[in-house]
T-cell receptor
Framework: EAGVAQSPRYKIIEKRQSVAFWCNPI?????LYWYQQILGQGPKLLIQ????????DSQLPKDRFSAERLKGVDSTLKIQPAKLEDSAVYLC???????????FGPGTRLTVT | DQQVKQNSPSLSVQEGRISILNCDYT??????FLWYKKYPAEGPTFLIS?????DKNEDGRFTVFLNKSAKHLSLHIVPSQPGDSAVYFC????????????FGKGTHLIIQP
């Protein structure tokens, strides 16, 4: 069974630029999550989707971050404009509906200079 | 306000001995707890979980203990092996595990030969 796929693996941008990350969850997993992991911290939930609907986006900085999950499969997370403090690893995870066990992708390491 | 706390940033244990990783939480709404293991440049990997209706769950060398009255859980690894060297994250969820995860900052476990 293929795992959660993410791209790109690494991205370096200058502040005020925009960036987008892509995630393909495990086949059949209706629930998809985006987490932000800053160096030295644990992952922090940004947004949770079930199919193509948003379940929880209470911690998403909506002035600059946006996410979508069209057709209830792949998802993209966008930052526009980026700030220095957005430097982090962005992790995508998926799970079966109602299942606590989440499967994580390898993450995208973003560096904002 | 950290709702999940791992107070030991690192732990060094001799190969073959028991490793005990600790985690405390403050949110009484948490009803499902998980441990994840993370190697560098990889996403977190699920290790073991426990529901709040139980006080112990065992899977091979890994056992998780939950003390609800103390809001404390621990992960025991017996015997410890070199491949266990990694960062371990404690995570908690509400809604029976259907919600997003709240993570601690992690404990870096080092198994010495």
């Amino acid at each position: 069974e293929a795992g959660v796929a993410q791209s790109p693996r690494y991205k370096i941008i200058e502040k005020r630029q925009s960036v987008a990350f892509w995630c393909n969850p495990i086949s059949g997993h209706a629930t998809l999550y985006w987490y932000q992991q800053i160096l030295g911290q644990g992952p922090k939930l940004l947004i949770q989707f079930q199919n193509n609907g948003v379940v929880d986006d209470s911690q998403l900085p909506k002035d600059r971050f946006s996410a979508e999950r069209l057709k209830g499969v792949d998802s993209t997370l966008k930052i526009q404009p980026a700030k220095l403090e957005d430097s982090a690893v962005y992790l995508c995870a998926s799970s079966l509906v109602g299942d606590a066990e989440q499967y994580f992708g390898p993450g995208t390491r973003l560096t904002v200079t | 306000d950290q709702q999940v706390k791992q107070n030991s940033p690192s732990l060094s244990v001799q190969e073959g001995r028991i490793s005990i990783l600790n985690c405390d939480y403050t949110n009484s709404m948490f009803d499902y707890f998980l441990w994840y293991k993370k190697y560098p440049a990889e996403g977190p990997t699920f290790l073991i979980s426990i529901s709040s209706i139980k006080d112990k769950n065992e899977d091979g060398r890994f056992t998780v203990f939950l003390n609800k009255s103390a809001k404390h859980l621990s992960l025991h690894i017996v015997p410890s092996q070199p491949g266990d060297s990694a960062v371990y994250f404690c995570a908690a969820s509400s809604g029976g595990g259907a919600d997003g995860l709240t993570f601690g900052k992690g404990t870096h476990l080092i198994i010495q030969p």
